[in-house]
């Protein structure tokens, strides 16, 4: 992404210049498309996830950088004709909706894909999109001078095609949705207690609780047969009131035994819910 949010302001002089001859109006216009499609996609990134998730999204981000790429590319068939500046400002419009719904998803992808490490793995992640919009006019530079300077936006909109086409990006649309069906739910609202329901959650979030709800492509679904589900009232590893005197094993109840084995068998008594990462 970082690759391709640059692309045009590295091309002023390439733009301004024949055979493309931009007028300073028409350069500076390029960039207001770009500007608002960046806003409107990241405003309505969060009701477009209600209806097709995270991943969803992402796809479609990854759609607009590779038109934007192309017509890119394309442009310099037509630098000089009628159709440049209309394909140019296509252009920056699909870069700006890219950019806005891939960047509202990414961080939590990220997260997704290093659970155990998630803000040592969204602090790379920026990183890296920092660093390619650094080295990004660099190699548009070099593919200028030794090559033809749309080789790169061509090979910028391959990336994307392969990362589209990923494994790992269904891996990682996947880690965010998850269904548990067949609950009972503690809504702890006016709906009360739901018996066998089930519970969707995208992003960590509660996206929707019903019965009878579609899994979204590639998402997690627990069957919780009836057991009890909450929003995250009981701590799966609270002692309160199971442990009177921390002394005497006797009444400390977390830590019974059961069986007739001799020694007894360490197994673990513990009253609260059962709890997952969901």
């Excluded at 207001?32 to 009701?47: E, N």
């Excluded at 400002?89 to 950019?99: D, K, M, Y």
Aim: charged content about 10%; aromatic content about 8%.
């Amino acid at each position: 992404q970082g690759f391709a949010f640059v692309l045009v302001p590295a091309l002023g002089g390439v733009l301004r210049s024949a055979p493309f001859d931009l007028s300073a109006g028409s350069y500076g216009l390029l960039f207001l498309p770009q500007t608002v499609g960046a806003i409107a996609s990241a405003l309505v990134a969060g009701k477009l996830e209600a209806r097709v998730g995270a991943g969803g999204i992402f796809r479609f981000g990854l759609i607009c950088n590779i038109a934007a790429a192309l017509l890119l590319a394309a442009s310099a068939a037509a630098a000089g004709s009628a159709l440049a500046l209309p394909m140019l400002l296509a252009e920056t419009a699909l870069l700006g909706l890219g950019f806005g719904l891939n960047l509202s998803v990414i961080n939590h992808f990220a997260a997704g894909l290093f659970p155990r490490r998630e803000i040592a793995a969204v602090t790379v992640l920026n990183a890296v999109i920092g660093g390619a919009t650094a080295i990004s006019p660099l190699i548009l530079q070099a593919f200028h001078t030794m090559l033809r300077w749309w080789l790169w936006p061509l090979a910028i909109g391959a990336l994307f095609l392969l990362l589209l086409a990923s494994p790992m990006l269904a891996f990682a649309a996947s880690a965010q949705d998850v269904l548990i069906r067949g609950a009972t739910v503690h809504t702890v609202s006016a709906q009360g207690t739901l018996k066998d329901a089930d519970v969707l959650l995208r992003n960590g979030n509660i996206a929707a609780v019903g019965r009878d709800i579609a899994a979204p492509a590639g998402a997690t679904v627990v069957e919780a047969a009836g057991r009890p589900l909450t929003p995250g009232l009981f701590a799966g590893l609270t002692a309160m009131g199971i442990e009177e005197v921390s002394l005497e094993p006797s009444t400390v109840d977390s830590t019974l035994a059961f069986g007739a084995q001799q020694p007894p068998a360490p197994a673990q008594w513990r009253p609260e819910f059962d709890v997952t990462l969901a």
